[in-house]
């Protein structure tokens, strides 16, 4: 069992520094923040959702027969002012609104179909980059945007170069 820090109400919890209480609640504040954010949103892995509809259906006034190939352009919807005000700048609070119930966030796909690793890889995701960014200061060799291109999925043209420094 681990040993209580000095005025720790709970073992292992420290009064100060990353593993404090209030280090912990700047964490969790950061994760929202993180959750929020619109990761795949600009750089969607695959670009584009497709679905078969199994019967006739009517889709903003379009009838659409049964059999008939949907598409849902991800990367064009992440960078459409018709979907997102400035969607090219950086603003997580925009994912945290309550009100807003459309199909804005759809790189695991949706509904029953929806990719089963979903909450792996998100869960994945979130503790690789909190491990890194607890450890290091990460920095980039260049600042030039970085050019995609699309394969099978979207990709970097070239490998991003980054520094890692230890943090003290």
């Given at each position: 069992m681990p040993e209580r820090e000095a005025g720790s109400s709970s073992p292992g919890v420290a009064q100060t520094g990353p593993g404090s209480a209030a280090g912990l609640e700047q964490a969790e504040r950061?994760?929202?923040?993180?959750?929020?954010?619109?990761?795949?949103?600009?750089?969607?892995?695959?670009?584009?959702?497709?679905?078969?509809?199994?019967?006739?259906?009517v889709l903003q006034n379009y009838r659409v027969p049964a059999g008939t190939?949907?598409?849902?352009?991800?990367?064009?919807?992440?960078?459409?002012?018709?979907?997102?005000?400035?969607?090219?700048?950086?603003?997580?609070?925009?994912?945290?609104r309550k009100d807003d119930h459309s199909f804005k966030a759809l790189a695991f796909?949706?509904?029953?179909?929806?990719?089963?690793?979903?909450?792996?890889?998100?869960?994945?995701m979130m503790l690789f980059l909190m491990h890194m960014l607890r450890n290091f200061k990460v920095d980039t060799v260049s600042k030039d945007d970085i050019n995609t291109v699309c394969g099978f999925t979207l990709m970097p043209e070239k490998p991003?170069?980054?520094?890692f420094r230890p943090l003290d």
């Open positions: 950061e994760v929202t923040l993180w959750r929020a954010s619109p990761k795949l949103a600009l750089y969607p892995v695959g670009i584009t959702v497709q679905r078969y509809p199994t019967k006739d259906v190939l949907c598409q849902v352009a991800l990367y064009a919807m992440g960078r459409s002012p018709a979907v997102f005000v400035q969607p090219l700048r950086y603003a997580p609070e925009r994912w945290l796909g949706f509904g029953a179909r929806q990719c089963i690793g979903r909450r792996f890889a998100e869960a994945e991003p170069l980054l520094t």
